[in-house]
């Protein structure tokens, strides 16, 4: 349960330069049946160490590089060779193998070698290409720079400066535009495609439609390609130029590059670009619009209208894009500013979808996603439920899809709020479909699960880990058996794809379970997590050995996590961590002891009874906690949290002081 007020300790009101040191606690409860999610959770770390191996070995070559043999003749495809790996450092940072953060490094440096020589990069970055791709791509430097700011800090920075520093090309600060949909380190690329047409198969445009639906050349389509110019030309006209809402995934890589250095100027680029879309939602009725043209005004290049930009409302995934885009960019403005207002432009978006939902069986709703449904909601796909409309065209809301949960749940884990969390919860009561429901699939976004995770920390499904680590073993061992399939596949350019649904390294169970946090926003954010974990003895970032971490309360007063040492001889030494960046501070710890060793008997019993688990309480004024796991012990931690109360970076318990 949460501390009570007359537990509040001084140490809560300690100057944070006269701080108490960090305090290390000893597990003494014994541990004699191993918790069968810590066995599978351990078996998972296993598991993936292997099968990360598998891949290096079956996809790609010596230098990190993915055996491909083809050519990139349209500006897409960057993002699908960056993307295969993208959560391989996050694993390292949850604990896996130790060299598996050397080869993360190598498979970016080999990819970056492999996309220069087919001529998508320049200066190791993406010529010009949307912020949707670009977000997809950026997490694995993301990762990498969590995982080893000293190494990745030079090109991180060097990366952000594409839109902080003016003479670049892709911002405008007079206007507070990012000036172009395509943008990136070839200030020369300009338009959305290159030649006449804009390279859309007849099958996407059957699928999707065509985005400028209200425009004279759009009637009668969709069109084959040869029959598309005059369509290519209004979209080159109307959607080449100008800003578009998913830009503002851009705000992650200058966050990241603020947490990497610090510096003011990153933070200022920040406010300011979040902050002019904040105002553009306001003047809008509280809707994220998703275009600005060069002058910064909302619809200037589409007849006034607030829909119709590049991955905006009209475009293929409507509020996926423009969603994840503006939560990831506004929790970076809440995040270097501390003020969760920056939020609302997210918060008042979701609620004027949420106030236009229908509950149908998905069978009748018009998703222009059915094969994604088909499988994430296996036989409820017939069920009545919950579905809100992604897209906006001339013509109103269209394109209704089961409501989705990365956007709601990444607000109530950064804000702790009641009102984020009563979003859930009426989400919930809304659902026809059981949130504790756990079905095997594997997203593109590798999440999906955040509604049944939501069920778990509410109390009502305490099986949740277990059937969640079984599913994430499942999906590993299926991509085993795709690795097998397609090894010696001579990949052509259209199936690319091929190695991203191969990959078999799965965090998301484990980002959940250990760091109290749910996956990261997949176009383009940060991680964010309650918790982190340091191995004391190894100095490195991540569960030691054999030691396995259960979080099952994010209450900022009451966070608890359980932490188990599996080893039968071996001491394991756990720094815990408070947030992903070292941002909270822990000011009070309560945790389980037991000192009668009694339980055993005398040397003549044949048996033992229940160990005596008694309570004790420390206090705390740092962002790290030293646990000493004995071999074969466990131990129950609640700690009460000040959120965001230091300034997030990527120091860990082994960095220099003089450089914190």
């Given at each position: 349960?949460?501390f ?16 108490v ?5 000893e597990?003494?409860v014994?541990l ?7 066995v ?14 598998r ?8 230098d990190?590089r993915?055996n ?11 993002d ?8 391989w450092p ?15 490094e190598?498979?970016w440096?080999g ?10 990069l ?5 010529r010009?290409?949307d ?12 990762f990498?720079?969590?995982?080893a700011?000293?190494r ?11 839109y902080?520093?003016r ?7 007079e206007h507070?535009v990012i000036?172009r949909?395509h943008?990136?380190?070839?200030a020369?690329?300009?338009?959305l ?16 439609g065509?985005?400028l639906d ?11 390609l040869s ?13 080449g ?9 851009a705000?992650?890589?200058v966050?990241n ?8 100027r ?13 105002e553009?939602t ?25 829909y ?5 409302w009209?475009w293929?995934h409507?509020w996926?894009?423009?969603g994840?885009a503006?939560c990831?960019?506004?929790?970076a ?25 229908k ?12 094969s994604?449904w ?29 409501v ?6 990444a607000?109530?884990h950064?804000t ?17 479909i ?9 997203a ?9 995770w939501f ?5 009502d499904?305490p ?8 599913t ?6 299926h991509?085993?058996r795709r690795?097998?399939?397609?090894r010696?596949l ?8 091929v190695?991203?649904?191969s ?5 998301e ?22 918790l982190?974990?340091?191995?004391a003895?190894?100095r490195?970032?991540?569960?030691p050995?054999?030691v396995?971490a ?8 009451a966070t ?9 001889e ?8 408070a947030g992903?960046?070292?941002?909270h ?5 309560r945790?389980?002891?037991c ?5 055993m ?5 044949y048996?033992?009874t229940?160990?005596?688990?008694t309570?004790?309480?420390q206090l705390?004024?740092s ?16 700690l009460?949290l000040r959120?965001?109360?230091?300034t997030?970076?990527y ?10």
């Amino acid at each position: 349960m949460p501390f009570s007020s007359a537990d509040r300790t001084p140490a809560e009101d300690v100057p944070r330069d006269h701080r108490v040191a960090p305090p290390e606690i000893e597990a003494g409860v014994p541990l004699l049946e191993p918790p069968g999610w810590a066995v599978a959770q351990r078996s998972l770390f296993d598991l993936l160490d292997h099968a990360w191996r598998r891949f290096a070995r079956d996809f790609t070559g010596p230098d990190g590089r993915l055996n491909y043999s083809g050519a990139l003749t349209t500006r897409d495809g960057v993002d699908d060779f960056y993307e295969v790996f993208f959560n391989w450092p996050q694993l390292y940072l949850l604990g896996g193998a130790d060299d598996l953060l050397p080869a993360s490094e190598k498979h970016w440096e080999g990819v970056t070698r492999q996309l220069t020589e087919l001529g998508m990069l320049h200066d190791e970055f993406e010529r010009g290409y949307d912020w949707f791709h670009q977000g997809e791509s950026l997490l694995l430097l993301y990762f990498l720079s969590m995982a080893a700011p000293d190494r990745w800090s030079e090109r991180a920075l060097r990366f952000a400066e594409l839109y902080v520093d003016r003479a670049k090309g892709n911002y405008d600060p007079e206007h507070r535009v990012i000036t172009r949909p395509h943008n990136g380190s070839d200030a020369e690329r300009t338009g959305l495609f290159d030649g006449d047409v804009y390279p859309w198969l007849l099958k996407e445009a059957e699928t999707y439609g065509f985005p400028l639906d209200w425009i004279p050349e759009a009637g009668g389509g969709p069109y084959l390609l040869s029959e598309d110019p005059r369509l290519g030309a209004q979209m080159r006209e109307r959607m080449g130029a100008g800003d578009t809402a998913v830009n503002l995934a851009a705000a992650g890589l200058v966050l990241n590059a603020w947490i990497l250095s610090g510096e003011d100027r990153y933070r200022d680029w920040i406010v300011e670009y979040v902050g002019v879309w904040r105002e553009r939602t306001e003047a809008n009725g509280g809707l994220v619009p998703d275009n600005a043209g060069p002058d910064g005004v909302v619809g200037s290049l589409l007849e006034g209208r607030w829909y119709g930009g590049h991955y905006g409302w009209s475009w293929p995934h409507g509020w996926h894009s423009v969603g994840h885009a503006a939560c990831a960019a506004a929790l970076a403005a809440a995040t270097v500013t501390g003020d969760d207002d920056h939020l609302s432009m997210v918060a008042t978006s979701l609620d004027a979808l949420i106030g236009r939902g229908k509950v149908m069986p998905h069978t009748e709703a018009d998703s222009s996603l059915p094969s994604k449904w088909a499988v994430e909601l296996g036989p409820d796909i017939h069920t009545p439920t919950l579905h809100l409309p992604f897209r906006h065209n001339e013509s109103g809301w269209f394109d209704y899809n089961p409501v989705t949960a990365p956007v709601p749940v990444a607000l109530w884990h950064h804000t702790a709020s009641d009102a984020d969390r009563a979003r859930l919860e009426g989400l919930r009561a809304a659902d026809g479909i059981d949130w504790r429901t756990v079905r095997p699939f594997r997203a593109k976004e590798e999440s999906g699960h955040e509604k049944a995770w939501f069920a778990f920390l509410a109390g009502d499904d305490p099986g949740y880990p277990e059937r969640i680590l079984a599913t994430a073993q499942a999906q590993v061992r299926h991509r085993l058996r795709r690795i097998d399939r397609y090894r010696d596949l001579d990949v052509p350019e259209a199936d690319i794809h091929v190695w991203q649904q191969s990959n078999p390294v799965v965090t998301e169970a484990l980002v959940q379970l250990t760091w109290g946090g749910p996956q990261v926003l997949y176009n383009g954010g940060l991680q964010q997590a309650r918790l982190r974990y340091h191995d004391a003895e190894a100095r490195r970032a991540g569960l030691p050995p054999d030691v396995a971490a259960l979080v099952t309360s994010i209450d900022p007063e009451a966070t608890t996590v359980e932490l188990v040492n599996l080893s039968p001889e071996a001491v394991r030494t756990v720094i815990v961590q408070a947030g992903a960046f070292a941002e909270h501070t822990i000011t009070g710890i309560r945790y389980t002891t037991c000192t009668d060793d009694t339980w055993m008997g005398d040397m003549y019993d044949y048996g033992h009874t229940e160990p005596v688990v008694t309570e004790s309480e420390q206090l705390c004024d740092s962002a790290f906690l030293t646990v000493r796991l004995p071999a074969s012990t466990r131990i129950r931690l609640v700690l009460r949290l000040r959120l965001r109360t230091g300034t997030p970076s990527y120091r860990t318990p082994f960095t220099p002081q003089e450089r914190v």
